[in-house]
């Protein structure tokens, strides 16, 4: 059983409406030992009246708060999902200077600066075209900035292309994934396996099997789970699945983090 779930939102992050409290709730009702709540902090998104920051002094004192009211019940840590762009790298240094975060996930939601969520990102370009600029965009991005402990959804552009999972596969992308997977070992960043991949029907979790068992073939160690969930009912979805999908990949263990630093997990 995987007892801890890496990647949620509450509505800390704009595109939740789902209360902290409702959150830990339910990792307790599912008999998780840890709770990581890794909220949106997106600079420069600009996305018309969705603000993707929050207050990290109110979140902090909310997270304390939790912390003593559920201390018996669940260990509940205080992560972060930084929206990366190669631009922003000043402001994120001064932003995790901020707080005593236990957790940062680095992820691309946009890629020069248009989300592939939006039919306008794939629009004068092949399929191929814009899902290969996602990962050339990645590389871009860890050369400007690396303060993170995992990559998020590295394959998140695949929800959203015309056919989505249907073209795609790590063979078709190899040199440019092989790529980013060295340079995240090289910089001592994990990977993340999402299992939002599998809710958006994808029929793999983030990223896809044959990216994991390569990255653990090149040496990657660090691997967290999350969900990815922005209300209690997706929190640990599918998590039943992981070990299985894990141990395909060569991987005997999980990983989650406290202050910073990785403790290992076995399956």
């Known amino acids: 059983m995987i007892i801890s779930d890496f990647h949620n939102h509450t509505s800390f992050s704009a595109d939740s409406n789902a209360s902290p409290e409702s959150m830990i709730e339910k990792a307790i009702n599912l008999g998780l030992s840890y709770l990581c709540i890794t909220d949106h902090m997106d600079l420069d998104m600009n996305i018309p009246d969705m603000d993707f920051t929050f207050d990290t002094a109110e979140y902090f ?14 260990t509940l840590l205080t992560g972060i999902e930084l929206g ?7 402001e994120l240094h001064e932003l995790l200077r901020s707080g005593d975060f236990d957790f940062v996930i680095g992820s691309s939601h946009l890629c020069d600066k248009i989300d592939p969520y939006y ?27 690396e303060d993170i402990d995992v990559y998020g959804h590295i394959d998140y552009v695949v929800r959203y292309g015309p056919t989505q999972a249907e073209n795609y596969s790590y063979a078709k992308y190899k040199e440019i994934l092989d790529e980013i997977l060295k340079t995240l070992i090289a910089k001592n960043i994990g990977l993340e396996l999402n299992t939002g991949g599998l809710k958006y029907g994808l029929g ?22 999350g969900s990815d969930a922005h209300k209690p009912e997706h929190l640990a979805y599918d998590f039943p699945k992981v070990p299985a999908i894990l141990r395909e990949a060569g991987f005997e263990y999980y990983t989650i983090f406290k202050n910073r630093t990785p403790e290992f997990i076995r399956l």
């Open 61 to 74: 004192l909310k997270h304390q708060q939790l912390k003593e009211q559920y201390k018996d019940r669940i």
């Open 84 to 90: 990366l762009q190669p631009h922003l790298t000043a």
């Open 119 to 145: 039919p306008e990102y794939w629009q004068g370009k092949t399929e191929y075209q814009a899902t290969y600029r996602y990962f050339e965009y990645i590389l871009e991005t860890l050369e400007a900035f």
């Open 204 to 225: 793999f979790a983030h990223p896809h099997t044959d990216v994991l068992k390569r990255y653990k073939e090149l040496g990657g160690e660090i691997i967290t789970i």
